[in-house]
């Protein structure tokens, strides 16, 4: 990838750390598994949605955590930003209890 490439894709990662959209630190933790990414947004001051993932008969979370819900393969998390505004995350489920890896955004 050619140096001019390189600075264009970090000025828009960048630029949408300082919009908010996601801290640049998540950003970096994304090539990491979900549990990294996951404190990373805590860190940044997200919270996650506990009441969009799935629930035992029971009360417990389904899944590891609990503002995950998972299909065959790929899964979504629901975070609120530091001003409440809702994201939702696309995971690639762990298979055979591997941890969840992010997603390209």
């Not at 000025?11 to 908010?20: D, P, T, V």
């Not at 998540?26 to 993932?53: E, T």
Request: aromatic share 8%; with cysteine; charged share 20%.
């Amino acid at each position: 990838m050619s140096a001019p490439r390189m600075k264009k894709i970090a000025a828009i990662l960048g630029f949408c750390s300082a919009c908010g959209l996601l801290p640049l630190a998540a950003w970096a933790q994304a090539s990491q598994g979900y549990s990294d990414y996951r404190q990373s947004l805590i860190a940044g001051g997200w919270k996650p949605n506990v009441g969009y993932g799935l629930k035992t008969a029971r009360g417990k979370p389904l899944y590891k955590f609990p503002e995950v819900v998972c299909g065959p393969t790929l899964c979504n998390a629901k975070w609120r930003d530091p001003q409440g505004h809702e994201k939702v995350i696309t995971l690639i489920r762990g298979l055979e209890g591997a941890d969840h890896r992010v997603a390209p955004q």
